[in-house]
Protein backbone atom coordinates (compact mmCIF):
# COMPACT_ATOMS: atom_id res chain seq x y z
CA UNK A 1 0.00 0.00 0.00
CA UNK A 2 1.07 3.24 -1.31
CA UNK A 3 0.62 6.44 0.33
CA UNK A 4 -1.69 9.17 -2.06
CA UNK A 5 -0.23 12.09 -2.44
CA UNK A 6 -3.42 14.44 -3.47
CA UNK A 7 -3.22 18.13 -4.99
CA UNK A 8 -5.17 20.88 -4.87
CA UNK A 9 -3.94 23.13 -7.26
CA UNK A 10 -4.08 26.97 -7.85
CA UNK A 11 -7.12 28.50 -10.08
CA UNK A 12 -9.05 31.50 -10.72
CA UNK A 13 -10.25 32.36 -6.98
CA UNK A 14 -7.98 30.34 -4.69
CA UNK A 15 -4.59 29.96 -4.53
CA UNK A 16 -1.39 29.26 -2.39
CA UNK A 17 0.76 32.13 -3.41
CA UNK A 18 3.75 31.39 -1.04
CA UNK A 19 4.45 29.54 2.48
CA UNK A 20 7.14 29.19 5.27
CA UNK A 21 7.99 30.37 8.64
CA UNK A 22 5.29 28.72 9.94
CA UNK A 23 3.01 30.69 8.01
CA UNK A 24 1.29 30.94 4.70
CA UNK A 25 0.22 33.08 1.95
CA UNK A 26 -3.34 33.01 0.26
CA UNK A 27 -5.77 34.72 -2.29
CA UNK A 28 -9.28 34.11 -1.96
CA UNK A 29 -10.91 35.41 -4.93
CA UNK A 30 -9.52 39.25 -4.89
CA UNK A 31 -8.35 39.08 -1.09
CA UNK A 32 -4.85 37.89 0.35
CA UNK A 33 -4.74 36.69 3.66
CA UNK A 34 -1.65 35.36 5.92
CA UNK A 35 -1.99 33.04 8.37
CA UNK A 36 0.03 30.65 10.77
CA UNK A 37 0.60 26.58 9.75
CA UNK A 38 2.84 24.51 11.52
CA UNK A 39 3.31 22.77 8.69
CA UNK A 40 5.62 25.23 7.15
CA UNK A 41 8.55 24.39 8.29
CA UNK A 42 11.00 25.95 5.21
CA UNK A 43 11.60 29.50 4.56
CA UNK A 44 9.47 31.48 2.72
CA UNK A 45 9.98 31.85 -0.71
CA UNK A 46 9.47 35.72 -1.83
CA UNK A 47 9.41 38.14 1.11
CA UNK A 48 8.00 41.00 -1.23
CA UNK A 49 4.78 39.58 -1.79
CA UNK A 50 3.54 38.91 1.98
CA UNK A 51 3.40 43.05 2.47
CA UNK A 52 0.57 43.37 0.07
CA UNK A 53 -1.43 41.24 2.36
CA UNK A 54 -5.46 42.51 2.79
CA UNK A 55 -5.40 40.58 6.69
CA UNK A 56 -3.48 38.89 8.50
CA UNK A 57 -3.70 36.58 12.00
CA UNK A 58 -2.47 36.72 15.25
CA UNK A 59 -2.77 34.27 18.36
CA UNK A 60 -3.74 35.40 21.06
CA UNK A 61 -4.32 32.04 23.75
CA UNK A 62 -6.59 29.54 21.71
CA UNK A 63 -7.66 32.19 19.48
CA UNK A 64 -7.01 35.15 18.06
CA UNK A 65 -7.65 38.05 15.69
CA UNK A 66 -7.47 39.60 12.13
CA UNK A 67 -5.78 42.24 11.40
CA UNK A 68 -7.53 44.10 8.17
CA UNK A 69 -6.83 46.91 5.63
CA UNK A 70 -9.72 49.36 5.53
CA UNK A 71 -10.69 48.03 2.28
CA UNK A 72 -11.43 44.63 3.34
CA UNK A 73 -14.76 42.95 3.45
CA UNK A 74 -16.22 41.47 6.64
CA UNK A 75 -17.63 38.37 4.04
CA UNK A 76 -16.99 37.97 0.21
CA UNK A 77 -17.85 34.77 -1.96
CA UNK A 78 -15.47 32.67 -4.16
CA UNK A 79 -16.02 29.94 -6.57
CA UNK A 80 -14.01 27.13 -6.24
CA UNK A 81 -14.63 23.81 -7.15
CA UNK A 82 -17.69 24.08 -9.23
CA UNK A 83 -19.08 25.45 -5.93
CA UNK A 84 -19.98 28.90 -3.88
CA UNK A 85 -18.37 29.48 -0.89
CA UNK A 86 -18.85 32.78 1.40
CA UNK A 87 -16.18 33.34 3.19
CA UNK A 88 -15.42 34.73 6.29
CA UNK A 89 -12.39 34.29 8.48
CA UNK A 90 -12.85 33.71 12.15
CA UNK A 91 -11.32 34.29 15.30
CA UNK A 92 -9.89 30.43 15.53
CA UNK A 93 -7.75 31.92 12.29
CA UNK A 94 -10.52 29.97 9.66
CA UNK A 95 -12.07 30.84 6.63
CA UNK A 96 -14.78 28.82 5.90
CA UNK A 97 -13.11 26.64 3.27
CA UNK A 98 -10.53 23.93 3.39
CA UNK A 99 -9.45 24.15 -0.21
CA UNK A 100 -7.68 20.41 0.03
CA UNK A 101 -10.83 18.61 0.44
CA UNK A 102 -11.68 19.34 -3.37
CA UNK A 103 -9.85 16.64 -4.79
CA UNK A 104 -12.22 14.22 -1.96
CA UNK A 105 -15.26 16.69 -3.53
CA UNK A 106 -15.01 15.64 -6.90
CA UNK A 107 -14.16 11.75 -5.62
CA UNK A 108 -17.35 11.60 -3.86
CA UNK A 109 -19.55 13.48 -6.86
CA UNK A 110 -17.47 11.45 -9.42
CA UNK A 111 -18.76 8.04 -7.26
CA UNK A 112 -22.58 9.07 -6.42
CA UNK A 113 -22.88 10.30 -10.31
CA UNK A 114 -21.75 6.78 -11.30
CA UNK A 115 -24.09 5.09 -9.03
CA UNK A 116 -26.72 7.41 -10.01
CA UNK A 117 -25.87 6.73 -13.75
CA UNK A 118 -26.08 2.79 -13.01
CA UNK A 119 -29.57 2.75 -10.99
CA UNK A 120 -31.20 4.61 -14.21
CA UNK A 121 -30.10 1.81 -16.19
CA UNK A 122 -31.47 -0.87 -14.35
CA UNK A 123 -35.12 0.56 -14.95
CA UNK A 124 -37.77 2.64 -12.96
CA UNK A 125 -38.40 -0.60 -10.62
CA UNK A 126 -35.14 -0.10 -9.23
CA UNK A 127 -35.06 3.94 -8.29
CA UNK A 128 -33.57 5.12 -5.18
CA UNK A 129 -32.33 8.12 -3.29
CA UNK A 130 -28.50 7.90 -2.88
CA UNK A 131 -27.92 8.69 1.02
CA UNK A 132 -24.35 10.51 2.64
CA UNK A 133 -24.14 11.07 6.11
CA UNK A 134 -21.47 14.06 6.67
CA UNK A 135 -20.09 14.15 10.56
CA UNK A 136 -18.53 17.34 11.74
CA UNK A 137 -19.46 18.61 8.35
CA UNK A 138 -18.50 22.35 9.15
CA UNK A 139 -19.33 24.82 6.73
CA UNK A 140 -20.70 21.93 3.69
CA UNK A 141 -18.08 22.04 1.35
CA UNK A 142 -18.51 17.89 1.31
CA UNK A 143 -22.17 18.03 2.03
CA UNK A 144 -22.76 20.37 -0.70
CA UNK A 145 -20.68 18.70 -3.28
CA UNK A 146 -22.61 15.42 -2.68
CA UNK A 147 -25.99 16.82 -2.77
CA UNK A 148 -24.92 18.60 -6.12
CA UNK A 149 -23.53 15.10 -7.69
CA UNK A 150 -27.46 14.05 -6.81
CA UNK A 151 -27.63 12.82 -2.84
CA UNK A 152 -29.37 13.28 -0.01
CA UNK A 153 -27.19 14.62 2.44
CA UNK A 154 -27.48 14.61 6.52
CA UNK A 155 -24.92 17.36 7.17
CA UNK A 156 -23.89 16.88 11.13
CA UNK A 157 -21.89 19.44 13.01
CA UNK A 158 -21.89 20.78 16.86
CA UNK A 159 -21.54 24.83 15.89
CA UNK A 160 -24.87 26.77 14.91
CA UNK A 161 -22.28 29.12 12.98
CA UNK A 162 -20.70 26.68 10.90
CA UNK A 163 -24.42 25.44 10.23
CA UNK A 164 -25.48 28.75 9.25
CA UNK A 165 -22.30 29.60 7.32
CA UNK A 166 -23.20 26.12 5.53
CA UNK A 167 -26.43 26.74 4.47
CA UNK A 168 -25.52 29.87 3.29
CA UNK A 169 -23.02 28.12 1.06
CA UNK A 170 -25.42 26.05 -0.51
CA UNK A 171 -27.90 28.52 -1.00
CA UNK A 172 -25.13 30.26 -3.01
CA UNK A 173 -24.19 27.10 -4.72
CA UNK A 174 -28.12 27.01 -5.78
CA UNK A 175 -28.88 23.58 -3.91
CA UNK A 176 -32.33 22.43 -3.29
CA UNK A 177 -33.15 23.24 0.16
CA UNK A 178 -34.88 19.73 0.53
CA UNK A 179 -31.38 17.90 -0.93
CA UNK A 180 -29.05 18.51 2.27
CA UNK A 181 -30.57 17.98 6.67
CA UNK A 182 -29.40 20.36 8.62
CA UNK A 183 -28.29 18.52 12.54
CA UNK A 184 -26.89 20.53 14.86
CA UNK A 185 -26.04 17.97 16.99
CA UNK A 186 -23.25 16.02 18.59
CA UNK A 187 -21.75 13.37 16.22
CA UNK A 188 -21.51 10.40 18.69
CA UNK A 189 -25.32 11.07 20.14
CA UNK A 190 -26.30 11.54 16.63
CA UNK A 191 -24.83 8.42 15.38
CA UNK A 192 -26.02 6.48 18.59
CA UNK A 193 -29.28 7.90 17.59
CA UNK A 194 -29.65 6.82 14.11
CA UNK A 195 -28.30 3.24 15.32
CA UNK A 196 -31.41 3.28 17.04
CA UNK A 197 -33.70 4.34 14.21
CA UNK A 198 -31.74 2.00 12.35
CA UNK A 199 -31.28 4.52 9.41
CA UNK A 200 -28.84 3.38 6.78
CA UNK A 201 -26.38 5.62 4.43
CA UNK A 202 -24.50 4.68 1.24
CA UNK A 203 -21.54 6.97 2.54
CA UNK A 204 -20.30 8.67 5.05
CA UNK A 205 -17.85 11.45 5.49
CA UNK A 206 -16.21 12.14 8.59
CA UNK A 207 -13.59 15.13 9.85
CA UNK A 208 -13.19 14.34 13.34
CA UNK A 209 -11.42 17.30 15.36
CA UNK A 210 -8.53 16.37 17.95
CA UNK A 211 -10.84 18.17 20.61
CA UNK A 212 -14.46 19.84 20.51
CA UNK A 213 -17.36 20.32 22.36
CA UNK A 214 -21.08 19.25 21.48
CA UNK A 215 -23.98 21.95 21.72
CA UNK A 216 -24.61 20.01 25.11
CA UNK A 217 -21.19 20.72 26.04
CA UNK A 218 -20.69 16.63 25.24
CA UNK A 219 -16.50 16.30 24.93
CA UNK A 220 -14.72 14.64 21.33
CA UNK A 221 -10.99 13.52 22.29
CA UNK A 222 -9.66 11.83 19.54
CA UNK A 223 -7.31 9.71 20.87
CA UNK A 224 -10.07 8.34 23.37
CA UNK A 225 -13.15 8.61 20.85
CA UNK A 226 -11.95 7.82 17.71
CA UNK A 227 -11.26 3.97 17.35
CA UNK A 228 -15.38 3.36 18.54
CA UNK A 229 -16.72 6.07 16.52
CA UNK A 230 -15.37 4.44 13.24
CA UNK A 231 -16.84 1.47 14.08
CA UNK A 232 -20.01 2.71 15.43
CA UNK A 233 -20.26 4.18 11.99
CA UNK A 234 -19.68 1.31 10.18
CA UNK A 235 -23.13 0.05 11.68
CA UNK A 236 -24.94 3.15 9.79
CA UNK A 237 -23.61 1.58 5.88
CA UNK A 238 -26.73 -0.03 3.92
CA UNK A 239 -26.25 -3.38 2.51
CA UNK A 240 -24.38 -2.16 -0.61
CA UNK A 241 -22.32 0.51 0.67
CA UNK A 242 -20.87 3.04 -1.88
CA UNK A 243 -17.95 4.65 0.16
CA UNK A 244 -16.79 5.55 3.30
CA UNK A 245 -13.59 8.85 3.53
CA UNK A 246 -12.06 9.67 6.77
CA UNK A 247 -10.01 13.06 7.13
CA UNK A 248 -7.67 13.94 9.78
CA UNK A 249 -6.22 17.86 10.15
CA UNK A 250 -4.43 17.98 13.97
CA UNK A 251 -4.35 14.76 15.34
CA UNK A 252 -0.96 14.06 14.55
CA UNK A 253 -1.47 10.24 13.35
CA UNK A 254 -0.24 8.57 10.50
CA UNK A 255 -2.75 8.52 6.80
CA UNK A 256 -1.44 3.95 7.87
CA UNK A 257 -3.25 4.94 11.20
CA UNK A 258 -6.38 6.10 9.14
CA UNK A 259 -5.72 3.25 6.80
CA UNK A 260 -6.11 0.50 8.70
CA UNK A 261 -8.91 1.97 10.84
CA UNK A 262 -11.16 1.60 7.57
CA UNK A 263 -9.17 -1.64 6.06
CA UNK A 264 -11.73 -4.48 7.22
CA UNK A 265 -14.27 -2.57 4.73
CA UNK A 266 -12.72 -4.75 1.96
CA UNK A 267 -13.37 -8.24 3.51
CA UNK A 268 -17.01 -7.58 4.39
CA UNK A 269 -17.64 -5.13 1.32
CA UNK A 270 -15.04 -5.57 -1.35
CA UNK A 271 -14.08 -2.70 -3.02
CA UNK A 272 -10.52 -0.01 -2.42
CA UNK A 273 -8.75 1.56 0.02
CA UNK A 274 -6.12 4.38 -0.28
CA UNK A 275 -4.89 6.84 1.88
CA UNK A 276 -2.01 9.24 1.98
CA UNK A 277 -1.79 13.07 2.15
CA UNK A 278 -3.84 16.46 1.41
CA UNK A 279 -1.85 19.14 0.04
CA UNK A 280 -2.07 22.51 -1.76
CA UNK A 281 0.94 23.25 -3.97
CA UNK A 282 2.44 26.93 -4.16
CA UNK A 283 2.08 28.84 -7.02
CA UNK A 284 5.49 30.72 -6.17
CA UNK A 285 7.33 27.33 -6.11
CA UNK A 286 5.98 23.86 -6.95
CA UNK A 287 6.74 22.76 -3.46
CA UNK A 288 3.59 21.27 -1.65
CA UNK A 289 1.80 21.94 1.63
CA UNK A 290 0.57 19.27 3.69
CA UNK A 291 -2.71 20.01 5.03
CA UNK A 292 -4.07 16.57 6.35
CA UNK A 293 -4.12 12.68 6.19
CA UNK A 294 -7.33 11.02 4.81
CA UNK A 295 -8.22 7.33 3.93
CA UNK A 296 -10.97 6.44 1.81
CA UNK A 297 -12.95 3.04 0.70
CA UNK A 298 -14.99 2.77 -1.98
CA UNK A 299 -16.68 -0.40 -3.49
Known amino acids: MNPKIIITEPNADYELIDSGDGEKLERFGEVVLRRP?????????????????????????????????????????????????????????HTGIFPEQAPNWDWTRDLIKNLKSKIKKEGS?????????????????????????????????????????????AESSKIPETSIRWILDDAKAFVQKE?????????????????????EGDVWQIEDDFVNFVEECKKLLNDKPLFFLVNGYASGYSQLAYYYSVKDLIGKYGGEIESGELTIRETKSDRLL??????????
Open 290 to 299: PCGIFARWHR
Open 195 to 215: IRRGNKYDGIIMDPPAFGRGP
Open 125 to 169: ENQREITVLNLFGYTGGASIACAQAGAKVCHVDASKSSISLAKEN
Open 37 to 93: DPQALWKKNDESVWKDANGYFIREGREGRWNFTKDTPEKWTINFSDLTFNIRPSSFK
